[in-house]
């Protein structure tokens, strides 16, 4: 049970990100969550509608791993460690904040869904 909730917590996390990285790139909610100015929104809008895109996979396979329940099990944990990656590859190279955003709740969600919590 709080694995699924952690999970649908992590999903909804990063359907966030999509719509920040798709929509509002070039906004001013998403320059403020992006730290960016207009002009570089403006010139790397294409860039970070391709970077939500594969956020918007990640939100795919937690949710069919959630629709999946118990048989979902290795499907969750594939997108889990997928996200921990992504995360910790962000926090190393754009921001540490990442770690915080993605990687920390992908981990904690992982561990919960292992531990059969």
């Known amino acids: 049970m ?3 909730v952690l999970i649908s917590l992590v999903a909804l996390i990063h ?6 990285e798709m929509v509002w790139w070039d906004t001013p909610r998403g320059r403020k969550a992006f730290g960016t100015t207009a002009e570089f929104a ?3 809008k294409v860039l970070a509608a391709n970077q939500g895109l594969y956020n918007g996979f990640l939100v795919a396979g937690l949710v069919w791993g959630l629709w999946l329940g118990e048989a979902g ?4 944990v594939f997108f889990l460690a997928c ?3 992504a995360g910790l590859y962000g926090a190393a190279t754009a921001s ?14 992982l561990a919960a869904l292992i531990a059969r919590i």
């Open 2 to 4: 709080i694995a699924t």
């Open 15 to 20: 359907v966030y990100i999509v719509l920040l």
């Open 42 to 44: 403006a010139a790397t």
């Open 73 to 76: 099990f290795a499907v969750k």
């Open 83 to 85: 996200v921990i990656v």
């Open 96 to 109: 540490t904040r990442i770690l915080y955003v993605q990687a920390l709740p992908a981990a904690l969600a």
